[in-house]
């Protein structure tokens, strides 16, 4: 959370601050440059998170994504890193049921939030319907937007059903339709460079529980 995010921060840097000044007083001249190299080492801050139902506490370098936090330092190397800077969609991920690109949020923003990675969703024997939708509809080549694409996937249905508009939404002061125009059009963010556009599209409509129109991409 942002205020856990702020509190903890303060509190690391004027720690780090006042053990470096610390030990500094306390060394020899010869020492000086080990001493200036902890007072400059970088802040680290702890964070508790759940991801994918279970509780995780991370000790981390307070400039840490949260998407290099799953990879790096969780293990969880379903999230893909795409562009590093919001415009692919391939690390997304869904936090207490909103989804965000990763790479674009630091993980000590994230105190007590609950996040869901692709492994989180499902796994061979237990598919998510949207894994299996994706896997039945051939929504996906190469595979490495297709985490991202899930996790949106996911997303978008609920943000429709939940009746938050679009940019292609017709008349906001009324609920979005489940229409193949809605789902494209919140699935923009997520790139994919083989071009399964159709067969996601196809997917997401079977799990939406309707038909796909069928336009192509
Ligand atoms: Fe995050 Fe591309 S890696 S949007
Ligand atoms: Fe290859 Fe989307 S399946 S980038």
């Known amino acids: 959370m942002t205020e856990g995010y702020g509190a903890i921060s303060r509190r690391d840097v004027l720690k780090t601050s006042a053990t470096g000044a610390a030990i500094a007083g306390s060394l020899g001249p010869g020492n000086i440059a080990v001493a200036q190299g902890q007072a400059d080492a970088p802040p680290q801050a702890t964070v508790s998170l759940k991801i994918n139902g279970k509780p995780t506490r991370l000790t981390l370098d307070t ?15 379903g999230t893909k890193k795409g562009c590093d800077h919001g415009q692919c969609g391939a690390c997304t991920v869904i936090v207490n049921g909103r989804r965000i690109n990763s790479c674009l949020t630091l993980a000590v923003m994230h105190e007590g939030d609950e996040v869901t990675t692709i ?5 061979p024997d237990n598919l998510h319907p949207m894994q299996a939708a994706f896997v039945e509809h051939d929504g996906y080549q190469c595979g490495y937007c297709t985490p991202g694409q899930i996790c949106s996937a996911i997303a978008v249905l609920d943000e429709i059903r939940a009746g938050i508009p679009s940019h292609v939404t017709e008349d906001v002061s009324k609920a979005p339709a489940m229409t193949t125009l809605e789902m494209r059009e919140r699935m923009s963010g997520n790139i994919c460079r083989c071009g399964a556009y159709s067969n996601i599209a196809e997917a997401m409509a079977q799990v939406a529980g309707q038909k796909s129109k069928g336009d192509k991409a």
């Open 119 to 123: 492994e989180g969703l499902g796994g």
């Open 63 to 77: 400039r840490t994504t949260l998407l290099d936090a799953l990879r790096e330092h969780v293990r969880l190397t």
